[in-house]
């Protein structure tokens, strides 16, 4: 009998609303996966709020990630979980992102990790010490951004937000990658794109030649962590290349 191949449990808010989106959103995350490794998806309710520090709060403490991982255990035996949402894993500061694993895997049994967790995880990675970060959130969501990274050690050289109250996932590539050019600067030594509702994995090498540094997001760095927690970060494949091989930034 062969050996089963792995399997990727991805859960995600999902404010695309409309299936379309929705798909090209985890057709991204699936682009992450290397041979022989399948990614299944589950997406929470995000009501039709504006993207404050609030709602953020709400989706994380009520239940529903949690709720959607035990779905994605019973229909699709993950070998782990990966909660794909930056904003939800950072907003409640420090810790904030290790109750969401934590809480996954007792209700599941898996490995798990957060979006927040493998930004952290994925910069340690590469060396990174000064970031530069971009992002579609509105100002207090991005505040909340920079002091969760500030507080892990990094120094966030320079922040552009997008400021969009809705709407992430369906964020035009080009608007975040300018967002991204516009918030580089000489003395970073990498550039993060957050939020998960971004579709980058087709356009990451590009940018990272364009700007001469390491570029990760999240949807990047959130498989590649996943991958790693059950022992195939190694096989990584994907973009950002640095990810697998550890290589500091020049």
Known sequence: MSERAPVVGAVFPDDAWVQDDAA???ADFRTYMPPGVSLEAAATPCPNRTNTVGLGVHLAENGDIEEAARRLLVRKSPDVIGYFCTTVSFVRGLGGDED????????????????STAMVAGLRQIGARRVAVASPYMPDVEQKLVEFLTAHGFEVVNSVALNLPLDHSIVAQEDILGAARRADRPEADTVFISCT???????????????????????QVTAWHALTLIG???????????LRTGAAPA
């Open 197 to 219: 509702g971004q579709r980058l994995a087709h356009h990451l090498d590009a940018i990272e030649a364009q700007l001469g540094k390491p570029v990760l997001a999240a949807n």
């Open 232 to 242: 195939l970060g190694g096989h990584w494949s994907g973009p950002g290349a640095r």
């Open 24 to 26: 090209a959103l985890t």
């Open 100 to 115: 969401i694993s934590r809480r996954v895997t007792e209700k599941t049994g898996l490995p798990a990790t957060t979006t």
